[in-house]
């Protein structure tokens, strides 16, 4: 849909789209926007059907097909099919989610369920602040499909909710617990007697021993250079504290040039002026750097941990893939090494205007119950949000470093929520700074002011919606 399409049929239904209001100001159209979605599609409720989804009402997915592939959510429908049998299942799976999905919004014909993720996910803040999505809450009060004597809620991992809640309002399920940090080979590591670095002139040493070896220490997606902002704020955070991140989150003024974040900058830096970087990395896409890692082109590679799934039609056999923290700067760290990112992730929404709304709820309690979150875990190597769903299930290698590596940070792992709340600092602004400095074209000076730019633009920008952390 070009934009003179849009302003057309925003005319036609009687509405006037500011430019503050961007394409999702058509949202309002086609439905009530009550919590019967797209018509009267609620039966009776019950215990065993706490939504009152309809038994023969058709129900739509749209799933993001990235990291995890789709089988996991073919799986997902195969069991809400065996509670509605009568209910047709309409199943697609796309890459290209904005272009794909976001004029449904528009014209008021969203899916019932959707995987709103990848690099062309729709804007989340927009979907919230236009009233897009269904209210989750439902959800979370409703009872758990197989675990007897408690809510949704309570199997969820603590913090699981907080990710996706925007004003007191869980409106995005996000479904897999995602662990950030860097990744090596125990058999290369094994193999060349190199241990991994704790502190980071333990670190730069080793890379000098890498590059001596003919290996590149480093590689990471030029086309998506904000991978390397995951590293440079980490080490921000473990020097300077969690608040480091809250400043960030809340738009605070020159949150981005905190002396904490000018200390990693300058650290990381190092990286790119000693020349640790697989040459031509500028120019591959995240699939192309991770695969040259695997071939063993470079030793890290920072990413989350839905890594080992995606990489494993190219992984050699014995690779032994590992996540480890990223090392802390040494002396003055607020944050112990072992600290380390973790969070919810994989956000699912039902739209608020779905033609089988109750059927999009009921089909993330099926995700969200003991056997969905096992049979996701098997299938993609990756960990749900729901609690204990690891028991008794088998974990590939470099699952069971993530769980491991998981346990040690403890109460010591940090997180922050910027790209939740303002997708487009990221996505665009911060990712654009991480390829000119990783580049080697700017400096970390420079590669802050533009960081902190991005993040001005946004605050003082009326038409995107605010959301504050507290902590």
Partial sequence: ???????????????????????????????????????????????????????????????????????????????????????????????????????????????????????????????????????????????????????????????????????????????????????????????RGWQYPKTWDEHIALCKQIKAAGIAPWTYPGKHPRYMSWPVLSTAIKFGGKQVATAIDNLEPNAWKSDAMKTAADAWHQIVKDGYILPGSAGLDHVQSQTAWCQGKAAFVSCGSWLENEQAKVTPAGFAMTVAPTPGLGTGDKLPFEALRGTAGEPFVVPAKAKNLPGGLEYLRVMLSKKGAQDFTRKVSSLTVVAGSTDGVELPPGLSTVTKALAASGDNGFNWVYPNFYRKLERELVDAACGEFFGGRIGPDEFLDRCQQGADTIAKDSSVKKYKRNA
């Avoid at 749209?62 to 996991?72: A, D, H, R």
């Avoid at 199943?91 to 004029?103: D, G, L, M, R, W």
Wanted: aromatic content about 8%.
């Fill in 1 to 191: 849909m070009n934009r003179r399409d849009l302003l057309r049929r925003t005319a036609t239904a009687g509405l006037l789209a500011t430019p503050a209001a961007g394409l999702l100001s058509g949202c309002a159209l086609g439905g009530g926007g009550d919590d019967k979605g797209g018509g009267d599609n609620r039966g009776p409720k019950s215990e065993q059907n706490p939504f009152g989804v309809k038994e023969d009402l058709p129900l739509e997915v749209v799933i993001f097909n990235g990291g995890f592939g789709e089988e996991y959510a073919k799986a997902h429908e195969a069991m809400y099919k065996e509670k509605y049998g009568k209910a047709e299942i309409r199943h697609s799976a796309t890459q290209e989610i904005n272009k794909t999905v976001q004029p449904r919004f528009v014209d008021g014909t969203p899916p019932d369920v959707l995987n709103n993720s990848g690099a062309g996910q729709i804007d989340p803040n927009g979907l919230v602040s236009q009233g897009a999505l269904g209210d989750l809450n439902e959800l979370l009060a409703a009872p758990s499909l197989d675990i007897p004597g408690k809510t949704v809620r309570d199997t969820l991992l603590p913090g699981a909710a907080d990710v996706g809640t925007y004003d007191g309002r869980f409106l995005v399920l996000n479904y897999t617990y995602t662990v950030y940090g860097i990744w090596y080979s125990t058999k290369l590591f094994t193999d």
